[in-house]
């Protein structure tokens, strides 16, 4: 079977630094996602990773160990609309864009 | 960038009815489409795979009579509830890949705004 786990609720300060942690299990391997949703949205696409190592965005970074089954999303500078869920997704399938999402870590955002 | 438009952002309807939502690729062609459910504070889950020209694909679980899929052209597919029931009550998103992205390789999908089913 498939399994992705990540926390479900996190905390975090503006202006601070937070790190969402993602665990694996699938089948298979084609490439790790990370998607932002706020409440009652649709989901928009945040970061990719397929090989080990840190991918930089702007303030969001991610970072992949497959040996490990592992990811984790850096957000830095935190601002208030940062305040969201954060889905982690897996494409465990050697073909097309089928790709199984964790349950989603809602963070909140303090001023 | 690539837009995928859904249609209609909610509805209700009474149970035992049925209802259709629609997802267009608008500005790219998509061969396949995915439909997800969400229910409030859940992640989403993926019902089934639409493919342009042929059956859908299920997931485990889903009912295939229950949730009409037809994939008629390469920007429409189409998700029918039939016969709904006020647990069939959810947030439908679909999604799509515009294989122009810049992430080439990477199977970034474009998801619709969703359609919020409500059954009485």
């Known amino acids: 079977g498939q399994n992705i786990d990540q926390p479900t609720e996190m905390t975090a300060t503006e202006g601070a630094i937070v790190q969402i942690n993602c665990t694996y299990q699938?089948?298979?391997?084609?490439?790790l996602f990370w998607y932002q949703q706020h409440a009652g949205e649709a989901p928009t696409f945040l970061s990719y990773n397929v090989l080990d190592g840190l991918e930089e965005k702007g303030r969001f970074s991610s970072f992949l160990s497959r040996s490990k089954g592992y990811s984790y999303l850096l957000l830095k500078e935190l601002q208030m609309k940062d305040s969201a869920s954060y889905l982690c997704a897996v494409s465990p399938y050697s073909s097309a864009s089928k790709i199984i999402f964790g349950s989603g870590t809602r963070l909140s955002i303090r001023p | 960038g690539a837009v995928v438009s859904q249609h209609p952002s909610w509805v209700i309807c009474k149970s035992g009815t049925s209802v259709k939502i629609e997802c267009r690729s608008l500005?790219?062609?998509?061969?396949?489409m995915f439909w997800y459910r969400q229910f409030p504070k859940q992640s989403l889950m993926l019902m089934a795979t639409s493919n342009e020209g042929s059956k859908a694909t299920y997931e485990q679980g889903v009912e295939k009579d229950k949730f009409l899929i037809n994939h008629a052209s390469l920007t429409l597919s189409t998700l029918t509830v039939t016969s709904a029931h006020p647990e069939d009550s959810s947030f439908y998103i679909c999604s799509a890949r515009d294989n122009r992205g810049v992430h080439s390789g990477a199977n970034v999908l474009t998801f619709g705004a969703g359609s919020r089913l409500t059954v009485l």
């Open positions: 699938t089948s298979g391997f084609n490439g």
């Open positions: 500005d790219f062609q998509a061969t396949t």
